[in-house]
């Protein structure tokens, strides 16, 4: 493995499940939780053995990592420099939702003095809301007052890379009360903003809600509505749009943010990062890999010393340039002509047999390659392009802000 990569490590757990969460998370004692880091620890010595190279991104997500132990925290990152070797400059960011870092002060800034001598460099919180009403119907546990304590806390600690989560177009909501949410998070000044729509996921409290007529979706043109004027209020302040719903804050005038997230880059790029915990999913070197979601099965996996993975696939030359494509254009930038090459030669470099990559491949020109493998695809896509919704040029194909709302039809085309 030459080139770098990012690393991920999934927690579990949460306080309490939030109404719209599909992700795999739940309740659990500390005991459990021990149990987990000690687990968790053991996947990662295994990983170190497979895999080599150097990590240029730490990213812990969930779940809820903040309610960890800081201990077990501490030994957990020691375990990664242990196993990996981690660049100077990594980004490494964790998931420190408000209402979980601490309820008074000093626990709070006992916690994040504890990150920052770790090495943890960047903040992710999902606030989601600042209206301490929609908070409570979403099922958070902070309030907005958290929220505004814990990132004056991280500031005065030093972490300069704060990202913060908004989700709008909640039941109930109007777009007046999502651009006052998107205004009191911009007052915080952080470095990133992550927007989402809420959707009403199988399985959750908010769908089985729906189901019995309890709430109501927000209308597909009202949510439009309220993401462009988003798009519009953030640009206006300093924010460049990078990615279909995320915003780093620009600094000095220039066009390109050096607050953009490294390590979710590395999935809309198609290159590699290493998933390890209960669930994680990982790409390595053109194969895509899955781990148990059943914790049992997971601590039986490391007690035996093997990785629990529950199923692995080797993509093929299509499979590549086909996620290549269907991630690069959620990106500001678009995909690439020369990325989508990149991509379909990965499967030949694997020395994959079943690729199916075209003969002469490599010496064809990048646009060339790109369609003769998406010709059937090629006229639909230039309609796209002729109603505004796409731009295609010599380098290769972006959307606009207006095909971004038809994103996922454009997208695929590709698949």
Known sequence: MDRKTGLYIHF??????????????????????????????????????????????????????????????????????????VLPDAEITIEANPGTLGIKDRVVRAKLIAYRSMGINRLSMGVQSMDNVRLHMLGRIHTAENVVRDVNIAR??????INLDLIFSVPGESTENALEDARKIIELGPEHISCYSLQLEEG?????MAEQGMISEVPDEEDRETYHRIIELLRGSGY????????ARLEDGSGRSPYRSQHNSLYWSLDNYIGLGLGASG?????????????EEYFRNLAEDQLPVMEEKINSAFDNISEAVFTGLRRKEGITYEEAKAAYLLASEQGSTASGVIAGAEDMSADELFWKVFAESREETEE????????????????????VDISNGIMSLFV
């Open 12 to 85: 579990p757990f949460c306080v309490k499940k939030c109404n719209y969460c599909a992700f795999l998370s739940f309740n659990a004692d500390e005991s459990v939780r021990r149990d987990y880091a000690n687990a968790l620890m053991h996947e990662i010595d295994l990983a170190g053995r497979r895999f080599s190279g150097q990590i240029s991104t730490v990213y812990f997500g969930g779940g809820t990592p903040s309610i960890m132990d800081v201990s077990l925290m501490s030994l957990i990152m020691k375990a990664i420099r242990r196993n990996f070797d």
């Open 156 to 161: 005065e600690l030093g972490f300069d890379n």
């Open 204 to 208: 959750t409290p908010f769908y089985e």
């Open 240 to 247: 460049e749009h990078y990615e279909i719903s995320n915003f």
């Open 283 to 295: 790409f390595m070197d053109g194969v895509r890999y899955r781990n148990t979601d059943d914790m």
């Open 384 to 403: 796209y392009a002729a109603q505004g919704l796409l731009v295609i040029d010599e380098l290769g194909l972006r959307l606009t802000e207006k095909g």
